[in-house]
């Protein structure tokens, strides 16, 4: 049944919303968490607190599916139906998933509808159609000789995820890995686990084998831990923080070796050239500084500007950044929700004192609007004189904070860029092809953007360099690789 966005928010004011674990054929005892919205700090209802047991289950599950062969043994065009159907049961269902991440992160509801939910839907029927697609290679042999060059599923995987994009990022991960054959097992960020919760449940309505999917809410280091230290977990795809993914490695480590394949932090660059239509570029810098109440991983979050254009650009940014309204993330009309919890409010918060002592100066913003909801809203802030020492030139701070760096000449400009430990998305702007060109193969980034902000489509390659991940890339035909083993078979002619 399809549910509006209406009825999501009406059963979160009385506490109904629910996600638990789906093992099939298993009784989970774990306890409940309580589930609040940052919008407010309104208990909207439940999850499940995953346990060590509830994993060791969902992997004995998804390894015994694996062997028995009931999703990997079925050909690809037959797993391309069933994930076609969930794609459609997706896009039906798009408001009620789009309400569950506005309520549970506090994205603007209009975002949600517009952007996270048709991407999400993409995704999921990109792979499907992709899938039977996918060749494997003939060696070139003698005569005497056949060597084939097959990729076969890795086995039983591990997705676990952020909670800046919920829906998505469930989709970035799981399409792909489903899709070619893998078990797998979700562990949802715990701040964001509903919409993971129905569309799992969608899954089995498609016909997705149970044993195939699970879904293992929870804490991080607890279920998250669990799943990352498993000696019977293949590999482990994993989105959030490089604090977090470091200690995935570790897991990896002291335990079975399994693959890990890292998406984390940044701190991106958008490089203005004094030869940059201005007027064209701003929209661009606003969505890629400030979109998402820049809880973005590819947020580009330093303002690099040539120094004989920045007063005009930050009086035309300061324009632009009145119009970003503060407010409830319900309202359709709202561009700036809350921070999605209260601890991550008090460390972004942190930074407005902490750059003013550091010598930065306050351009616009930097209000607190405590008159709305639970008071976790930050308005667009704009920082200027910010040098490379600063916290807030080196430190993903994944609020809307926007640190302006100037420079004068193109090799100032392509080393400041480089200079962080991330490595995710760079944007230049400029109206000199050649410059930019030159320029953007300088970079240390995954994605480089000229004239805009752009993290890509489904069809491109999305991952980073440096500290911002590495071990495989989400979306494009690439993303199939991280799920993937390539084996060869000889055959000799006697
Ligand atoms: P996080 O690292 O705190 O959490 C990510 C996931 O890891 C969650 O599911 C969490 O429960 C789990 N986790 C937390 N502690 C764990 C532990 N000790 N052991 C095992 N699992 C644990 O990240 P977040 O705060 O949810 O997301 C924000 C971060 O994600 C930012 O740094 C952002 O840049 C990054 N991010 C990156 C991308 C990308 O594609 N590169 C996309 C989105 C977000």
């Known amino acids: ?119 999400t839907i993409e995704t999921f029927y990109w792979y499907a159609e992709a899938v039977d697609k996918l060749f494997g290679k003939v060696a070139p042999t003698s005569q005497q000789e056949l060597g084939l060059i097959v990729h076969e599923p890795i086995g039983v995987v591990g997705a676990v995820l952020p909670w800046n994009f919920p829906a998505q990022m469930f989709a970035w991960k799981v399409a792909p890995a489903l899709a070619v054959g893998n078990s797998v097992i979700v562990k949802p960020a715990e701040l964001t686990s509903l919409s ?79 030869d940059a239509d201005i007027d064209a570029a701003i929209p661009h ?15 580009g979050s330093r303002l690099i500007v040539h120094e004989r254009i920045k007063s005009l650009l930050l009086e035309k940014l300061i324009a632009a950044a009145a119009l970003w309204k503060v407010g409830n993330p319900m309202d359709a009309d709202v561009s700036i929700g809350p921070m999605v919890e209260e601890a991550h409010f008090e460390k972004v918060k942190s930074f407005l004192a902490l750059t003013i002592k550091e010598g930065g100066h306050l351009v616009t913003g930097g209000k607190i609007h405590s008159e709305i909801g639970a008071g976790w809203y930050i308005e667009p802030t704009i920082f200027d004189d910010i040098t490379p020492q600063m916290s807030l030139f080196k430190q993903e701070v994944f609020g809307p904070i926007l640190a302006v760096t100037s420079f004068n000449t193109d090799e100032e400009a392509v080393a400041l860029a480089n200079d962080t430990q991330y490595g995710l998305a760079a944007s230049f702007y400029s109206q000199n092809i050649h410059r930019v060109m030159n320029i953007a193969r300088q970079i240390n980034a995954g994605t480089i953007s000229i004239n805009g902000f752009s993290e890509g489509n489904i069809t491109t390659p999305f991952g980073g360099f440096r500290q911002s991940g590495f071990g495989g890339k989400d979306n494009g035909i690439e993303a199939f690789e991280q799920y993937t083993q390539t084996k060869v078979i000889w055959f000799i002619n006697h």
């Open 1 to 119: 049944m399809e549910i509006s966005k209406e009825q999501v928010f009406e059963r979160a004011k009385k506490g109904k919303l629910w996600a638990g674990n789906l093992i099939e054929g298993y009784q989970s005892n774990a306890a409940k968490l309580e589930n609040r919205t940052p919008i407010d700090n309104s208990v909207i209802g439940y999850i499940a607190d995953g346990s060590v047991s509830d994993i060791d289950a969902a992997v004995s599950l998804a390894r015994s599916t694996f062997k028995a062969g009931n999703w990997r043994g079925l050909s690809p065009q037959q797993r391309k139906q069933v994930m076609l159907r969930w794609a459609q049961l997706v896009e039906e269902h798009s408001e009620e998933l789009a309400a569950l991440d506005c309520i549970d992160a506090g994205k603007p509801i209009t975002e949600c509808l517009n952007t996270d939910l048709p991407a």
């Open 196 to 274: 993971a919760y129905r569309l799992v449940e969608l899954a089995y309505e498609a016909g997705v084998p149970k044993g195939a999917l699970s879904l293992v809410c929870g804490l991080g280091e607890k279920v998250g831990e669990a799943l990352g230290r498993h000696s019977d977990v293949d590999m482990v795809s994993f989105t959030g923080s490089t604090e977090v993914g470091r200690l995935f490695l570790k897991y990896s480590a002291e335990s079975n070796l399994k693959e890990i394949v890292l998406e984390c932090g940044g701190k991106s660059p958008q490089v203005v050239f004094e």
């Open 285 to 299: 810098i606003m969505a890629a500084a400030f979109w998402n109440m820049s809880e973005n991983c590819s947020c």
